[in-house]
């Protein structure tokens, strides 16, 4: 399908659990499910910015997510 990155399948949830993203019961018919979470990674691999959220139904405004960009692209060009 032509993508260039990796993608993860954790039936398990134990990348979800080692980063403490587990929403226990948080879905369907009280099933466990992954936090929404958002990140914003530099090219070293540090997190410069994350959203988390306690409920499924809830993620970061595409306008929090270009804030935040931008405010670590200034405070790197300083």
Same mark, same amino acid.
């Given at each position: ?7 993860? !399948? &954790?039936?398990? *949830?134990? =990348? ?14 009280? !099933? &466990? ?7 914003? =990674? &530099?090219?070293?691999?540090? =997190?410069?910015?994350? @959203?988390?959220?306690? !409920?499924? *139904? =809830? ?13 670590? @692209?200034? !405070?790197?060009?300083?």
């Amino acid at each position: 399908m032509g993508f260039t990155y990796p993608f993860l !399948s &954790d039936a398990n *949830a134990e =990348v979800i659990r080692r980063y403490d993203l587990l929403h226990v019961g948080g879905g369907p018919r009280q !099933s &466990d499910i992954a936090r929404p979470a958002e990140f914003l =990674v &530099d090219p070293n691999g540090t =997190v410069r910015w994350m @959203n988390l959220t306690e !409920s499924a *139904a =809830v993620r970061a405004r595409p306008e929090q997510v270009l804030k935040a960009f931008d405010e670590i @692209n200034a !405070s790197a060009a300083r």
